[in-house]
């Protein structure tokens, strides 16, 4: 079954809306296998986000990530990826529409609220990231 990783950004965090995504995942029909509220140190910021690299906004990308503590989840389902990148709407909120998380809940491209993999290389590089294997459960549902 296909799983992506998910992370509420610290300003997510911060404006307690760890719950509201969380049901929109679990209502849309998928399923939590891993989760944990963690502080993020400069390396696995720097690792994370290695592509931006060298874009002008990375140390302020750092900064953001690492300045206060994230959510950080495996989710699992048919089509997850890009059912969950669909739901998180465009990376800048100006541009995501009402309905998704982004649209609802964000208004800067910096503090854009949610963090989702674009593809299945990025979830499988991500996923092995942020999780050791003792930490994403085997789970299919059986009710
Ligand atoms: P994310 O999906 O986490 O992946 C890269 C992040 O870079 C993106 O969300 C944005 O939050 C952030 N980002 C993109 N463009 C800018 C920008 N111009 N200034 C600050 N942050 C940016």
Redesign the pocket.
């Known amino acids: 079954m296909e799983k992506t990783f998910i992370m509420i950004k610290p300003d997510g965090v911060q404006r307690n809306l760890i719950g509201e995504i969380v049901a929109r995942f679990e209502k849309k029909g998928f399923t939590l296998v891993g989760g944990k509220l963690m502080s993020v140190s400069r390396e696995l910021a720097e690792q994370h986000?290695a592509e931006?690299k060298e874009r002008p906004?990375f140390g302020?990308?750092v900064d953001f990530i690492t300045s206060g503590p994230v959510f950080a989840m495996v989710w699992q389902g048919n089509n997850v990826i890009t059912t969950a990148r669909n739901m998180m709407g465009k990376?800048n909120p100006v541009d995501a529409a009402p309905g998704t998380i982004r649209g609802d809940f964000a208004v800067s491209?910096?503090m854009?609220i949610i963090?989702?993999s674009d593809s299945p290389e990025s979830a499988e590089r991500e996923i092995g990231l942020w999780f050791g294997q003792d930490e994403v459960v085997s789970f299919e549902k059986t009710i």
Do not use: P
Request: glycine share 18%; no cysteine; net charge negative.
């Open positions: 986000y931006h906004f302020e990308l990376t491209v910096g854009n963090h989702g």
